[in-house]
């Protein structure tokens, strides 16, 4: 789980080559920006996290934005 005060990013910039995933907003709005294009997710929705992803994200809004965020992480090679 994670929370995103007013006026945070959670970034820098970064991908999720070898760690796909998904995230479910559970309160707030959370802005995803990528591709310069910044979408704005509210609760009960989410996105996809998958090897083409490099994005950051950032809660405009004036409540904390709270997320669960589950990536697939391989085990570690020998």
Request: aromatic residues 6%; without cysteine.
């Amino acid at each position: 789980m994670v929370t995103i005060e007013p006026g945070g990013v959670f970034g820098p910039l970064h991908d999720h080559a070898g760690r796909p995933g998904t995230v479910y907003v559970l309160s707030g709005i959370i802005t995803d920006h990528r591709d310069g294009v910044a979408t704005e997710y509210g609760p009960g929705v989410g996105w996809p996290e998958d090897r083409n992803t490099l994005h950051w994200l950032e809660n405009r809004g004036v409540v904390p934005a709270v997320e669960i965020s589950v990536d697939i992480i391989g085990a570690p090679m020998p």
